[in-house]
């Protein structure tokens, strides 16, 4: 059995008309307008495929179709926001294909032993409120709701994750968690360049990787370019420098088993003739092994802190994010294998670079992912691209993965 | 004979009434009304002073003190104008201690062998008009008339030089350098620590330094922090961060006899989970020696080339300044050291890191600036402070060395 790839194709097309932008792009910001018409027209669709849909207090939606026996849901989704300036696979396709399967189904008149919950999470990408990955976050038990409903817009504090569900009339009244899952899957693009260039058809999501985001600021003094000798100056930016090639070389003599990157730097005045008086930088330190993480987190900061202080100046430091790795079950990966398989699909089982609703609720059932290439790796832009022929294969893996687990053996 | 150095400091403290900012500072931009304040305070004061007051097509304002021989005036001065948030000594120390000079003359009944010519300059600063150092450049014949004069604002194209000189009222007659000078000197704020950290009195400057500016964009690729494994990156942050420490080292290396600042960089699209696109950064390559500050150029520019390069990454290079450095003859320090020395106050002959009017000056008569120092080497600042006792001095030291250049032996 297969899924229709063309409704899928053009039912994504579909979505990606509300908020569209650039040529093939998308923009809908989590509890905007444009994120309300796609949910409601989720709804609707969920409703014709003959769910019961039931929306939380935190807007997370969830359909449920009924299986033979009584028991946990096999769950399987995303979600529907993007980021600014996003792409249309970001999301969109791992409730899509979802959605399809659904579709598939029913037309098959296939009752699964299990029933089956296709979910829709609120705010994954946390571009107007924190945290990211706040629907499943708060779903899988794993924050304060009340706190998080307070959560005001980063541009307008007169705007919090409560009021903004209100407006779009996605304040339900479930409460989150309420539906146990037997399992959850998530469908996503890689985001990155691996399967294309080792021509992959399917990753099979093993681990994602932990996060830590962390905020450096280095204090130091401005001073004429022209006029300050070399051994008066406190040059906050010669010393950023360092610490930024430092941490540039701490990934590349790991190979990988450590990613840090500096995304973001900031001088001040940031004028061409003032030695800077401050240059604030980020780092972002990832790995699929916590011990790594925290070492590599650590030799960091060991450096920073030996570095700044040999050369007379002081520094501050801000944890943004600690988020630990996380491994999804083998009962999990191995569906997910075995629908790749008899499918003829080539696959890899590799970890995910970046965070996903999978990994918080990895917290809450046994749950895994699904990968398909990314052109060029490129993601969170308006040119996010995955062929039409990888979507489809990805909605087979899934429906494959799904009826495997929702099977009572 | 001694200037009144309770009339200067007060004259002093009336100009920087005219655009006061914070404490103790001042905000008079170029050709804008407090600039008018300021020149008209100054025109009166010159004509109190019973000076013939020349205003040239730039609006360079030329005092004139006639002396017993009808032959080239010795001249001095600086410019009223400056930065944004700046300082109350910076330009205007030089303009009233050259009016405090005429008026102890005045009051001694002093006739002088040559004329004496005080100046205010146009626009030293360049803060809204390109280039700085404006007046002084016109003056000594460096540029064409015309096209300053149609040069525009930086924060509105509809605003010129020509149009702002007409709406001040100073768009004068006189061909700029039409009255030619036997000598220029400039009494100056060092602008950094040196003078004060080794307590001295007086910076006879022998030298300005000459700069290079130049900016660079160092063109990589944005990709996810935690998908794009680093072997695929194209980090021009990393890369920018080598570039940033070779620089930062080169001018550690030698000693303070090339001066090397990254003063401004900025990432795109500067985000904490992107490895950034494009890295842009400024040089400012500073010497007294023109063969170092050319070899420095050079060689920092091979060093981009080769490590972009093995990067796999390209870059962008812009040349925004190049002054080649100037040096005073001795004939002109040897006025002003002699000066310091029948004060008794101990002096340094020194280069000057800062570009002022007196390098352009030089190019049209000999010239040389006089330098007292600055409380922590602050300027362009608000809180930029000099002593009164060494305003003081500075005033007498401009004093003696135009007695001493005046005389005709």
Same mark, same amino acid.
């Given at each position: ?8 194709? +053009? ?5 990606? #008309? ?17 994120? @309300? +018409? ?9 409703? /014709?495929? $003959? ?20 028991? &946990? ?13 996003? $792409? ?14 659904? #579709? ?26 924190? !945290?990211?990955? %706040? ?16 959560? !005001? ?5 007169? *705007? ?21 899952? /037997? ?24 681990q994602v990787q932990g ?9 130091? *003094? =401005? ?10 100056? @406190?040059? =906050?930016?010669?010393?950023?420098? @360092?610490? +930024? &090639? ?42 699929t092994?916590e011990?790594?993480? @925290?070492?590599? +987190? ?26 630990s790795p996380v491994?999804?079950?083998?009962? %999990?990966?191995?569906?997910? #294998?075995?629908?790749? &398989? ?7 089982? %590799? !970890? ?6 999978? #990994? ?12 398909? !290439? ?36």
């Open positions: 059995m297969k899924i229709n790839a063309q409704r899928l194709l +053009q039912n994504l097309d579909r979505y990606a #008309q509300i908020g569209k932008k650039g040529r093939i792009g998308v923009e809908r910001i989590a509890l905007s307008q444009e994120d @309300k +018409q796609a949910r409601d027209l989720l709804k609707n669709q969920m409703i /014709d495929a $003959g769910l019961k849909v039931h929306i939380d207090r935190l807007g997370n939606m969830i359909g449920i179709r009924k299986g033979k026996s009584d028991v &946990k849901p096999v769950a399987f989704g995303s979600h529907l926001d993007t980021v600014y300036s996003g $792409g249309r696979y970001d999301g969109a396709l791992g409730v899509l294909a979802g959605l399809e399967l659904i #579709q598939t189904l029913n037309e098959k008149q296939i009752e699964t032993d299990k029933p089956l919950a296709l979910v829709n999470f609120t705010n994954e990408e946390g571009v107007r409120f924190a !945290p990211d990955m %706040m629907g499943s976050h708060i779903y899988a038990g794993m924050a304060d709701l009340n706190s998080i409903l307070n959560s !005001p817009a980063y541009d307008n504090p007169n *705007e919090s994750v409560g009021s903004c569900l209100h407006a779009i009339g996605y304040f339900g009244d479930m409460k989150p968690g309420a539906i146990e899952f /037997d399992a959850y899957y998530e469908l996503h693009i890689e985001q990155g360049p691996v399967l294309e260039l080792e021509q992959i058809n399917i990753g099979v999501v093993e996060i830590y985001w962390t905020r450096y600021r280095i204090n130091g *003094e =401005a001073n004429h370019a022209g006029t300050t000798p070399v051994y008066y100056r @406190k040059d =906050a930016g010669f010393t950023a420098a @360092k610490l +930024q &090639k430092y941490i540039g070389e701490y990934t590349r003599e790991r190979e990988g088993t450590v990613l840090t990157t500096v995304g973001s730097v900031k001088f001040s005045p940031d004028a061409i003739n003032i030695v800077p008086d401050t240059a604030t930088f980020t780092l972002d330190v990832r790995s092994d011990a790594l993480l @925290k070492r590599a +987190q650590k030799e960091i900061d060991e450096f920073i802190e030996e570095t700044v202080s040999e050369d007379g100046l002081s520094f501050e430091r801000e944890e943004l994010v600690r988020f491994r999804f079950p083998l009962v %999990m990966t191995d569906t997910v #294998q075995s629908a790749a &398989k008899s499918l003829g699909l080539n696959y890899k089982r %590799m !970890p995910s670079g970046a965070g996903h609703d999978a #990994q918080m609720m990895a917290h809450f059932c046994p749950s895994t992912m699904i990968f398909i !290439p990314s052109v060029r790796g490129i993601s969170h832009n308006v040119e996010e691209y995955s062929h039409d022929e990888d979507v489809e294969n990805g909605a087979n893996v899934l429906l494959g993965a799904v009826l495997g687990r929702s099977a009572i053996s």
